[in-house]
Each structure stands twice: as C-alpha cells, then as structure tokens.
C-alpha cells in the first residue's frame, strides 16, 4: 500500500494546507503558462517564419481544446479516480509542454498545444473535485483562496515572466520551466493526497459528450476569434449559431437523461444557482480588465510588453495580501455583504481605470491596481466556497464540470464582448486605431456591468454559507 493510499482527510476544525497548495500550484502551472505564451508569439513568427497573425493559433487552439474536455472532466474523475486522473492530467501537461518547446513548426507546435490544452481541461477542475473531498466544509473557504491566490498570480506573473524568458533565453524556455514543477508536483501528489476509489456504475453520455463539447467548443473558440481577429465575421457567426444551437440541443437532451454529463439541476440548490448567475454577471464584467488594461498601457501609453507586465504585477500583489484577510471580512461581513460590496467596489475601480492617461502619475495607478487585485481576489474566493456549500459530496464533479465550463465561457464572451465593442466604436469613429477615450469607454460600461453582479448576490440570505468559513 502506498503513503497516500493510507492518508485520511483532516479531521473537522482542523485545517492542512498541503493539498490545496499542491491543487493551487498546478492551476499556477497552468495559467502562467497560458499567459506567458503570449509575450512570446513575436519571436515564434519569426523563428517559425509565420505571419504574427497566424500565431494567435497558439493560444485559440489551445483554448478550444480545454472548452471541449472540460464537460467530460466530471465524468473521467468519477470513472478512474480523481488522484490517478489528476497525476495523469500533470504528467500529460508536462510531456506536452517538453513537445511544444521542441516544436519545429507552427503545424508541430498547435498540436502540442492542443494536448496541453486538453490535459489543462482535466488538471484544474479534477483538483477542485479532490479539494472538495478532502477538506472538512468549516474550512472550505481558506482552502479556496489557495487557488483563487494561484489563479490571479499566474495570470499576473506570466507576461512579465514570460517577456524575461524570452529576452533573456528563448520562447522554449516559457514552456520547459513547466517540467521541474510537473515532476514535483507528482511527487508531492502522490505523497499527499489520497487515492479516492473510482465509481465504475454511471455509464457514458456520449451524445451529451459530443453536443457539450460541441457547443462550448463553438462558443468558445467563436469569441476569442472575435475579440483576436481570426475569422472573418460571417465565419465567427457561424461558429457562435452552431454553438448556441448545440447548446440548447444539449439542455433538452439533460432533461431527459437521468445522468447527464452537465447538469443544470444542480441550479436547484439556492446557494449555487446564485453565485453560478452571479459569479458569471461579475466574471463577464471584470474578466475583460486585463485584456482592456494591456490594451491601454501598450497601445495608448507606448508601453512594452514586459514594462505593461510589470505595471499590472501590482494586482497580483494585492490579491496574495486578500488571502490573509479573506476569512476574517466574509466571518465579520457575512458572505452576503461581502459579495454585493465587493462587486460594487470592483465595479467602481474598474471605472476608475477607465480614467488613467498618460499624465496619471505611477502612485496613482500602482495603488489602485492594487485594490483592483485586492477586491477581486475577495470576490473570487467568496464565490470559489460559496458555490460548493450546499453541493452533496457525491455531485462534487458535476458540479466542479458545470462551474469550470461556466467559468471558461464566460471569460471568453467578456473579452470577446469587449473587442467586439471596440470594433463598433471604431467603426462609428471612422478610425482605424484604438485610443484611450475608446478604450475608457468600454471598462465604464463592464465596470457598470460588475457592479449591477450585486443585484443576485441580495438574494442569497444574511447566514448563506456560514458553516463553511468558522474554521480557523
């Protein structure tokens, strides 16, 4: 018998915070990764000699591939264990990232991404599942706050990074520093973390397999060729109408299949339709900041793409600071308060983003940078516990599938929303060039979008989720 086949999860009250540190460092691995890559597509035309514009395949295969493997992720972690799935969903990431270093063509190199990808679509939501098992409900929301701290410093760190590896060594080296951290976390994996037993009784969905995949598939990889310019219009509309159609085949064909691989009657549970609709309002709203920022800082204020990196480094701070604090608001503020403020305040420094010119000193943006990454790594780790509260342990995974994809799309229409709006801005404007006015204009209205999050967040009750932040 091996060590983590003997592993017991932590006894009630208790709180240990290796395994979630373990689940927060591979979705780290993931998101840094993914956000690296694009500082380096520059020097990938070129060693390729590729036009820049095909390199945007890079990152929307990629994409495409998570958006089709994460509905089945559920099922696969039920099927043949979460623990065995998820050190094969690392393994599989490492081995992909090796393939894409050594890649000799761009045909070579999206291949690649596209098993990363789909070992990326099983890593982060299988983790999720084991979290959910392991940790006692008291102290659901400090293990949460791991990955919501990883998510924002893989997202924040990455382009800095990534423009240092790339200046300093080569585009390989963003893709080969994955393998220390692959092989360490199977090692820590298979020390740490139990090997809970498969349950082999739920047959398949292979209809909603395909639909699902399909339609998020669609979805997904139709957005990002809109907000990146990839496809002409009428083909981008053609991608989201096969997607809204599959999607909607789909829900009728949930409501028929007694197992199906989304599903939506997990929305009964109060707690979790609330911050599945607005968790989603406040997504779509401030998951384009980043995009809208870099947009800013490179195209209106001639930054670079390290010295942009650098600059927004500042919310990743912010939100590892929250990590301390998260636990002490929510018990003293309850989750209630906690989330409507929070959305209203996001909301609110959104807008205020939208007021940077190139005359704003640095102690200005820096700071509210920093409360940006502060509020969100709050709303984001509230909304992270709150949506598992109430979920029965055996609906862990269909729920973990149903989030992440959620989850997924929704950052996806945001940023693909927001260069659409910018694409009709300039239209009306007859101009050919993004300028800060514009730019301004699109954050006031998802700030505002952010902020209206706070509506559904009054419907859940004063004491929602109490039993899952009393742990200390």
């Not at 298979?190 to 739920?202: K, N, S, T, V």
């Not at 397999?209 to 339609?215: M, P, R």
């Not at 060729?225 to 599959?246: F, K």
Request: charged residues 10%; proline residues 5%.
């Amino acid at each position: 018998m091996n060590v983590a086949s003997r592993i017991v999860p932590p006894a009630t009250g208790v709180f240990n915070k290796t395994v979630p540190m373990i689940i927060g460092c591979a979705l780290f691995m993931e998101l840094l990764d993914g956000s690296a890559v694009l500082t380096a597509l520059p020097q990938m035309a070129s060693d390729f000699a590729e036009p820049g514009v095909r390199m945007n395949l890079v990152v929307s295969l990629y994409l495409l591939a998570v958006a089709m493997f994460v509905p089945v992720s559920g099922w696969v972690a039920d099927r043949f264990g979460p623990r065995r799935v998820f050190i094969g969903a690392i393994a599989l990431f490492t081995l992909s990232s090796v393939a894409c270093a050594a890649a000799g063509s761009l045909a070579q190199l999206s291949l690649a991404r596209v098993v990363q990808g789909a070992s990326g679509a099983l890593m982060v939501p299988v983790g999720q599942v084991i979290l959910l098992r392991w940790v006692a409900k008291e102290n659901l929301m400090r293990a949460m706050s791991f990955l919501t701290v990883a998510g924002l410093l893989g997202s924040v760190l990455g382009p800095p990074l990534g423009g240092l590896l790339v200046t300093l060594l080569s585009w390989h080296w963003i893709f080969l520093v994955n393998v220390p951290i692959g092989v360490l976390g199977i090692r820590l994996v298979l020390h740490h973390i139990p090997d809970y037993p498969a349950e082999r009784g739920q047959p398949l969905d292979g209809l909603g397999v395909i639909l699902s995949a399909l339609a998020v598939g669609s979805l997904v990889f139709g957005f990002e060729a809109l907000g990146h310019g990839l496809l002409e219009r009428r083909w981008v509309l053609i991608l989201l109408t096969v997607g809204v159609v599959s999607g909607l085949i789909y829900r009728h064909h949930a409501r028929r299949h007694p197992q199906p691989l989304i599903d939506f009657s997990l929305l009964r549970i109060p707690s979790f339709a609330v911050t599945f609709w607005g968790g989603n309002l406040f997504r779509f709203g401030s998951s384009a900041q980043s995009f809208l920022l870099v947009l800013l800082f490179q195209l209106c204020f001639g930054l670079n793409a390290l010295q942009a990196g650098l600059l927004t480094f500042a919310t990743g701070v912010g939100a590892c600071l929250m990590k301390l604090l998260a636990v002490r608001i929510v018990r003293y503020f309850g989750f209630r308060r906690s989330l409507m403020t929070s959305s209203v305040l996001s909301g609110v420094l959104l807008a205020t983003c939208a007021g940077f010119s190139l005359a704003t000193p640095l102690w200005i943006i820096v700071p509210v940078l920093f409360a940006s990454g502060m509020i969100n790594s709050l709303q984001f780790s509230t909304l992270g516990s709150l949506t598992y509260a109430d979920v029965p342990a055996e609906l862990s995974s269909r729920a973990s599938s149903l989030s992440s994809m959620s989850v997924l799309l929704t950052i996806s229409v945001s940023v693909g929303a927001a260069a659409a709006l910018l694409g009709v801005i300039l239209q009306w404007r007859g101009q050919s060039h993004v300028d800060q006015p514009d730019i301004a204009a699109v954050m006031l209205l998802f700030g505002l979008i952010s902020a209206l999050s706070a509506l559904l967040f009054r419907r859940l009750g004063p004491q929602a989720g109490a039993e899952i932040y009393r742990g200390r």
